[in-house]
């Protein structure tokens, strides 16, 4: 068997590792002479050069040791030398030792376990390497190394950067593939696909739209489409008290695709509020949506996104509370100030928690306005009057005197009911409509003063206005008629006026089944006198027509429970009462809209029924 020892060699003081033949004698060449050695003992044969003689390394030449040829041993994986197939000492090749991290290589079948072999260097893998190496499942990607782009070879989802390994092939991302990749904010939305949801994450505005995201948010925090980003914190309403939001509001007017709104009041507004813009009144009323303020410089707001539609004269611009929760306990009320003529008629806010209602959130009443005062003389009154009862406020505009319809009533104004007729006594208002269409005005009795002879009709009840997805546009509850006036003057019963609108987005919405309320009913008409300073006696003046109901929607990503009957949208009785009595009533007012859009389970009942759509 070989050793390895390290040795002297004569006079050289050569030393280097030397190969000892454990043999009976050995071998010296030189020139052609072969000189052999009979003696029994160990002989370093090494490649050194002394006086001529050349010794033989074993091995290093092809002679076999003790048969009569110069000494050889054949190459081991043990010699600790790099000979034979070796790529490195005792390693690689056809060693079963594989050559560690900097060992010399060929291939990485020539490295230890983990390594692999570049620029003949065994090492580690990387994911810059430029080769399929490691746990990729494609060069440099997959595995442990970054995601693969799409047509690159995978083994599972998480190997790709769609997320979608199909068939051992990463697939490119689309926005229906189930999936939240490419530059989505969200499973199959947002980025360059459609606008996400309600509730679902969002990195822009336009992510979302119409909805606004909820940015900016805390460290940490996701921001979610539409129910904005809490900076209000949360909203607590306590029992007994009421509270009033959404008082920062102006008239406003601009132009659709600009990004700038000349207001009437800049006060209150600053940048970063979301803001609902709505066309409430006059050209493309009901119209609306959500924007966010880039800064106010006096009465002109710029945006940060484009506006959608055209906002004309009759358009309002109200901020958005951006609540935590909101807890509206019992005998609490949470309101928003009633239309003016310019602002107002609706609460909105938004809410990333749960809202719960415990006592009542009301917008009941104050829609659009009806006409006439009580103890204010209708106009030239006494005498026969030339005007008749004036139409209820309507989307379509304020309230006027009603014009002789066709059917001899008093004409309406879109959704306001028409006003009663001028003559002797007790023409009635009609209803208001949004919903459903309100009912006529009871015809009033004949004498003085009548607009064509034997005629002197009630007021024609407003038509229905929008559709039941309010999602396209929303609109105030509408006004009932004024009474027709008669020859002796006084006070006609007022038109009442039509319910506000409620809008809001949030977690989730619970109406308490047995103390929780919201309501946008509209108000009954008044009642019609002849008492007071402006003269009349006898059957007096007619009654004012019932306000219709407002607007309800509500947007969730979790539950809805309504309770029974605890939201509510109804119309309004006319007046019944007065010198002309029960036997005259002004028209009733129509339903309003209710929309839930619950991203959870949605229960319980309103008036009208919820369009869920």
């Known amino acids: 068997m070989p050793r390895i020892y390290t040795c002297s060699v004569g006079p050289l003081k050569y030393t280097q590792r030397a190969v000892f033949c ?47 040829s110069d000494c050889t041993i054949a190459p081991t994986c043990t010699d600790k030398v790099q000979n034979g197939t070796e790529t490195d000492i005792d390693c690689g090749g056809s060693c079963a030792t594989k050559c560690r991290a900097m060992g010399k290589c060929g291939t990485s079948e020539d490295c230890g376990s983990g390594l692999v072999c570049l620029s003949g260097q065994c090492a580690a893998p990387s994911c810059k390497d430029g080769i399929k190496d490691g746990d990729e499942t494609d060069v440099d990607c997959g ?41 989505e904010s969200d499973k199959d939305c947002g980025g360059s696909c459609s606008p996400c949801a309600t509730g679902k994450t969002c990195l822009a505005d336009g992510d979302c739209a119409p909805l606004l995201c909820g940015t900016p948010v805390p460290e940490g925090q996701s921001a979610v489409c539409g129910l904005g980003n809490g900076s209000d914190l949360d909203l607590t309403v306590p029992a007994g008290m009421t509270r009033t939001i959404n008082s920062v509001a102006t008239g406003g007017t601009g132009t659709a695709a600009s990004t700038t709104l000349t207001v009437r009041d800049g006060s209150g507004l600053s940048v ?19 924007n966010r303020i880039a800064s106010v410089s006096g009465t002109t707001v710029t945006l940060k996104n484009p506006l959608k539609y055209d906002y004309v004269t009759g358009s309002q611009l109200i901020v958005v509370p951006q609540y935590g929760t909101v807890n509206v306990a019992n005998t609490a009320t949470l309101t928003a100030p009633a239309w003016d003529g310019q602002k107002g008629g609706i609460l909105v806010f938004m809410a990333k928690g749960d809202v719960t209602i415990a006592g009542t959130v009301t917008m009941a009443g104050k829609g659009f306005r009806g006409a006439g005062v009580v ?75 009548l607009a064509v002879a034997g005629q002197h009709g009630g007021g024609l009840p407003g038509t229905v206005v929008g559709v039941p997805d309010l ?48 309501n946008v009913s509209g108000n009954p008409g008044g009642v019609g006198s002849t008492s007071g300073p402006c003269g009349g006696s006898g059957g007096g003046m007619g009654n004012g027509g019932g306000g219709s109901g407002g607007a309800v929607r509500i947007v969730t990503t979790d539950a809805v429970a309504l309770g029974t009957g605890r939201v509510t949208a109804a119309g309004a ?36 029924a919820a369009f869920t759509n």
Request: charged share 10%; aromatic share 4%; proline share 5%.
């Open 375 to 449: 103890g204010v003389c209708f106009p030239g009154a006494p005498a026969c009057l030339l005007n008749h009862g004036r139409t209820g406020e309507s989307s379509t505009g304020p309230a006027a005197f009603s014009t002789l319809s066709a059917q001899s009533k008093g004409s309406n104004n879109g959704g306001g009911g028409g006003g009663g007729t001028r003559g002797q006594d007790c023409a009635a208002g009609g209803g208001g409509a949004y919903g459903t269409v309100g009912t006529a005005g009871v015809d009033g009795t004949l004498g003085n003063c």
């Open 573 to 608: 009785a006319g007046g019944a009462a007065g010198s002309c009595g029960a036997t005259y009533p002004g028209g009733a007012g129509g339903v309003g809209r209710i929309q839930v859009r619950a991203g959870g389970t949605l229960t319980g009942t309103s008036t009208p």
């Open 143 to 183: 595995g442990s190394c970054f995601a693969c782009a799409p047509a690159a070879a995978c083994k599972v989802s998480g190997d790709c950067t769609s997320q979608n390994c199909a068939s051992g092939v990463c697939a490119a991302p689309t926005c229906s593939d189930g999936i939240k990749n490419g530059n």
């Open 22 to 68: 454990e043999m009976p004698r050995f071998s010296i060449r030189k020139g052609g002479l072969l000189m052999r050695s009979s003696l029994t003992r160990l002989f370093p044969v090494l490649v050194a050069s002394v006086a001529g003689f050349v010794f033989s390394v074993c091995g290093s030449v092809s002679t076999e040791c003790g048969s009569g």
């Open 272 to 290: 970063d509020q979301i803001v609902l813009i709505h066309q409430t009144q006059g050209t493309g009323a009901g119209q609306h949506e959500l």
């Open 471 to 518: 999602t396209q546009a929303i609109f105030l509850g509408s006004a009932g008629g004024e009474g027709g006036p008669d020859e002796d003057g006084a006070f006609p019963g007022p038109g009442g006026n039509g319910g506000g609108t409620i809008i809001l987005w949030s977690k989730s919405v619970t109406v308490d089944p047995a103390t929780g309320t919201l």
